[in-house]
């Protein structure tokens, strides 16, 4: 729940070392729901992270040990992300129209 107590990195990153704040009377579950979401991300991230290690390596190439950078990292990198493709997507002055007239 404390990122960093390195007074560099809190004077460097204020908004990353801070302490995480639970609302735990009105959600007391979710700080345990964040948490384990966490950990399968993070596995995830590592999983993702052999897989590129051993794609890199089958190609004949030198392999850039990303899993070992992911592994042994204090501040991974890995995120899930998902982008929604930006084609059906309305701005403040569509219409909501489906037509071009």
Not at 74 to 90: D, E, G
Request: with cysteine; charged share 25%; aromatic share 8%.
């Amino acid at each position: 729940d404390v990122p960093s107590t390195n007074p560099e990195e809190l004077k460097r990153y204020p908004t990353y070392a801070r302490p995480n704040v639970w609302p735990t009377e009105d959600l007391p579950d979710l700080r345990d729901a964040f948490m384990n979401l966490g950990k399968i991300i993070i596995k995830a991230g590592e999983v993702l992270a052999k897989l590129c290690d051993y794609y890199v390596t089958s190609r004949g190439l030198p392999s850039p040990s990303l899993s070992e950078t992911v592994k042994t990292s204090p501040c991974p990198k890995a995120r899930l992300l998902h982008y929604f493709p930006t084609t059906n997507l309305k701005t403040e002055n569509d219409s909501g129209s489906d037509s071009d007239s």
